[in-house]
């Protein structure tokens, strides 16, 4: 079976670039800094209008952790009826409980609202209170993919709970590690766990072409404001060519 790659694109220049560096379907977000939140309306409509590889938004209102208020949790069902009106090709969600376990009630509300797309769940499946017994959740909800560093700071240092998972799950469902994936630790990565499908955001810092520079002030919390972050086309293409070899 071919290796596949998903890349975590940040609007839709960087899914574009996705796409021409080779990539099979990108996990549409804005907010790389908080771990993924969901896109606007004009970046997925540029998007599904313009892309060709799959494209997968990712259902998530805010950063934080993923226990949700009656509010977040309708603002995430009105973004899924965009998905759908959108004709995106699925959604990525992830929705604990305060114990660390899955809501699968609110999971299986937002896959009932989304059929016929299918979901995925992301790495709040990392933050969950038994990855074992989560895993056997998803795969019961019918979730296709999953998502997972194996539950720590990077998918090379839980490769092999990522063996175990994939080992767990047996086909019922695509484990995918991602976190920290990049063309220096991916044969190790595969050679522990085994896995055929990854997901990275190849990214890199574009500086910004202002010439003029107010350093009294700042619009947010990050750092250096006169940068941002874009899916980089080599990047891409570099672990293609890795991944197509498997």
């Known amino acids: 079976m071919p290796g596949t790659l998903e890349v975590c694109a940040n609007g839709y220049e ?22 993924g939140t969901t896109p606007s309306y004009g970046q997925l409509a540029l998007a599904k209008e313009n892309l060709t590889i799959e494209v997968w938004p990712i259902i998530r209102p805010r950063g934080g952790d993923f ?38 009630q609110r999971c299986a509300e937002l896959i009932a609202l989304a059929k016929p797309l299918p979901v995925s769940f992301h790495r709040a499946f990392d933050m969950s209170n038994d990855m074992s017994l989560a895993l056997e959740d998803l795969i019961a909800l019918g979730i296709v993919r999953v998502l997972s560093s194996g539950s720590a700071n990077s998918a090379i240092q839980g ?8 080992k767990q799950a047996n086909g019922r469902i695509s484990i995918m590690p991602g976190a920290g994936i990049n063309i220096h630790n991916i044969k190790e990565l ?11 955001s190849c990214k890199t810092n574009v500086p910004s072409k202002m010439k003029f520079r107010n350093s009294e002030t700042k619009m947010g919390s990050i750092e250096d404001e006169y940068q941002y972050e874009l899916t980089n086309t080599d990047k891409v293409k570099e672990l293609v060519n890795i991944i197509k070899k498997l």
Do not use: P, W
Request: net charge negative; aromatic share 6%.
């Open 14 to 35: 960087s899914a574009l670039n996705a796409q021409i560096g080779g990539a099979n379907r990108v996990e549409f977000c804005d907010n790389l800094a908080e771990g």
């Open 67 to 104: 226990l949700y208020s009656d509010i977040e949790f309708d603002l995430m069902k009105e973004d899924v009826k965009v998905c759908k009106t959108l004709n995106c090709d699925g959604i990525v969600i992830g929705i604990l409980n305060a114990d660390g376990t899955i809501d699968k």
């Open 159 to 166: 490769a092999e709970t990522l063996a175990k998972l994939i």
């Open 190 to 200: 595969i050679n522990i766990s085994g896995a055929t499908s990854f997901h990275a």
